[in-house]
């Protein structure tokens, strides 16, 4: 088990940056993939970004180029740093952690951060 808190969520510019932090409540080390998901309002919660345990990362076509994932093992957190954000990227971004192995899959959520670009 693992619980997922985000933050750095707020109301910013279009064209600004915004850092979102997700905090593990354990050892996100041996975790095979984080990541970052959103779900705007009227709308299906679709994939951001997601980095490996060997850092692989993996973007979303619409953010590919404006959004990075890093994580930092030594402090159990991921980060989603955010730059040139356009009013489309509002919504609430949800850290997800996920861990695989032989028959099964272990998928964990976060509350949510509520991210609002204005035009």
């Known amino acids: 088990q693992v619980q997922l808190v985000e933050s750095g969520g707020g109301l910013v510019q279009a064209g600004g940056s915004r850092r979102l932090s997700c905090a593990a409540s354990?050892?996100?080390?041996?975790?095979?993939?984080m990541g970052w998901y959103r779900q705007a309002p009227g709308k299906q919660r679709e994939f951001v970004a997601t980095i490996t345990s060997v850092e692989n990362t993996n973007y979303a076509d619409s953010v590919k180029g404006r959004f990075t994932i890093s994580r930092d093992n030594a402090k159990n957190t991921v980060y989603l740093q955010m730059y040139s954000l356009k009013p489309e990227d509002t919504a609430v971004y949800y850290c997800?952690?996920?861990?695989?192995?032989?028959?099964?899959?272990?998928?964990?959520w976060g509350q949510g951060t509520q991210v609002t670009v204005s035009s």
């Open positions: 997800n952690a996920r861990n695989s192995g032989p028959g099964y899959t272990n998928n964990y």
């Open positions: 354990r050892s996100i080390f041996s975790i095979s993939t």
